[in-house]
């Protein structure tokens, strides 16, 4: 079962411009992981917020997380081509450190 | 860092073979983990095992079984293989203990079923 779903499912952006990925989830968790994966590679972690954790930030990425409406945001902030790739939400529903995957959204960063 | 190592980038296997996808790990994670990924329905798992020996069943295990003989390697197995099991298939690692440990990927495996 698809517990997060990312919206949009594709985004085209300049260099430069931020980005700002949404990601709602149907039960109650745990945390929630961001992931993103390059195209024809494995995916990698970028950051995690706790379930009593509102907001995270690591460089250039901005992480949020509202329980109340069971949604989590990821901002890219002052993009680069480099930033291209597929990014998805995951939610661990009990702490035992089973995921579960979104569909992802596909951001391109035009030059 | 952590190496997830999955043993083919592209695999091609005709209607009914049995199949065997492998994957090794070399930072003594607990958890291993299957998935298959598709175009518009993400990553679902297969299987995911928390120590040698030990399997759990995921969202999709039907037509898979899994092996973990050893702590750092883990085999998906299709027992019969069906054109509809065509896909992307990534294998992860994570530490047992503690909330929140991340996953660690290999570069999946494209599996072609003909």
């Known amino acids: 079962s698809q517990q997060g779903e990312e919206d949009p499912q594709a985004l085209s952006i300049q260099e430069g411009e931020n980005a700002t990925m949404n990601c709602s989830y149907k039960t109650s968790i745990n945390n929630l992981q961001w992931y993103r994966q390059n195209s024809g590679r494995g995916l990698v972690h970028l950051i995690l917020?706790?379930?009593?954790?509102r907001e995270k930030h690591s460089g250039r990425l901005r992480v949020t997380l509202d329980t109340s409406k069971k949604s989590s945001s990821l901002l890219i902030t002052a993009s680069r081509a480099a930033d291209t790739a597929s990014y998805f939400c995951?939610?661990?529903?009990?702490?035992?450190?089973?995921?579960?995957f979104g569909t992802g959204t596909q951001l391109k960063v035009e030059l | 860092d952590v190496k997830v190592t999955q043993s083919s980038r592209y695999l091609v296997k005709r209607t009914g073979e049995k199949v065997f996808l492998e994957c090794v790990q070399d930072?003594?994670?607990?958890?291993m983990f299957w998935y298959r990924q598709d175009p518009g329905l993400g990553l679902r798992l297969i299987y995911f095992s928390y120590d040698v020996k030990m399997k759990e069943k995921g969202d999709i295990p039907e037509g898979y079984s899994v092996s973990r003989e050893k702590k750092e390697r883990f085999s998906l197995i299709l027992e019969s293989a069906s054109t509809n099991q065509t896909s992307m298939y990534l294998c992860?690692?994570?530490?047992?203990?503690?909330?929140?440990?991340?996953?660690?990927f290999g570069d999946g495996t494209r599996l072609s079923i003909l």
């Open positions: 992860a690692s994570s530490l047992l203990q503690g909330a929140g440990q991340p996953q660690h």
């Open positions: 917020i706790r379930s009593n954790e």
């Open positions: 930072m003594d994670h607990e958890n």
């Open positions: 995951a939610t661990d529903n009990w702490g035992g450190n089973k995921l579960t």
